[in-house]
């Protein structure tokens, strides 16, 4: 029922594509630039024209210009804010929708302009929770009807066999121009341990892998550097 296909432009070049996205501070961080990424692709390589659409108040020109930092390519496209009913009345039509966080699913869910609509699920955000009420809402999301585009052959599966969604999965990739091999480091030297911490993520652990980072510091102490990053704290 929320799939329209008879809305969508028969040429690909004519079609748009409406990605509903949180907030975000940073266009770098992973699941961001992974959209962002497919974002650039479809336009560069389809021709299809690309508009952001905030579920939630910000300045949109602040937003775009985050966007263009990552993706000079998409310096030109629409970029809205829903913070308001009115907002939310106004949402342009699109060939493609597509909800990226569980909180912009609900927002999609009632958007009747549009021809297909897709789930981007870059994780199983139920457990980004303990079980609960906010738990049970996320995983709701899953039986909305979208399209499923999935990150893992992982999550695939589960949308597909516990859902019974429909979904294609990405193969996710390496940005060589980014990341890519270095110098060997010295072996009589300190060994060096990179910690992704985001201590105010609670998904992410912070003070399991701390207290852990504290006994490996007590039992190697010059032998080992650990570097931070991740957030400001």
Same mark, same amino acid.
């Given at each position: ?86 907002? =939310?009345? #106004? +949402?342009?039509?699109?060939? @493609? ?9 609900? &927002?999609?869910?009632? $958007? ?42 992982? =999550?695939? #599966? +589960?949308?597909?066999?516990? @859902? ?9 990739? &390496?940005?060589?121009? $980014? ?55």
């Amino acid at each position: 029922q929320q799939q329209h296909p008879e809305n969508v432009h028969s040429f690909v070049t004519q079609r748009c594509c409406n990605w509903y996205l949180p907030y975000f501070d940073n266009a770098f961080y992973g699941g961001i630039l992974t959209i962002l990424r497919l974002a650039a692709h479809l336009q560069t390589v389809d021709g299809v024209r690309q508009r952001f659409l905030i579920c939630g108040s910000c300045n949109p020109e602040h937003m775009s210009a985050l966007i263009a930092e990552a993706f000079p390519c998409l310096s030109s496209a629409e970029v809205r804010a829903l913070d308001s009913v009115e907002a =939310l009345a #106004e +949402i342009p039509t699109a060939d @493609y929708s597509v909800a990226t966080l569980w909180t912009t699913a609900y &927002v999609l869910l009632k $958007v009747p302009n549009t021809g297909y609509k897709f789930y981007m699920i870059q994780d199983y955000e139920p457990l980004f929770y303990p079980a609960g009420s906010t738990y049970a809402q996320a995983e709701f999301t899953y039986r909305f009807g979208f399209y499923g585009i999935t990150n893992t052959s992982s =999550l695939r #599966e +589960i949308y597909e066999k516990e @859902y019974g969604g429909r979904a294609i999965e990405l193969v996710p990739c &390496v940005d060589k121009t $980014v990341f890519y091999r270095g110098n060997p480091l010295p072996l009589d030297g300190p060994k060096k341990l990179f910690y992704y911490a985001r201590p105010g993520t609670p998904r992410n652990g912070f003070e399991l892998a701390a207290a852990a980072l504290k006994m490996v510091k007590m039992r190697m102490g010059n032998g080992v550097d650990i570097v931070c990053a991740g957030a400001p704290w």
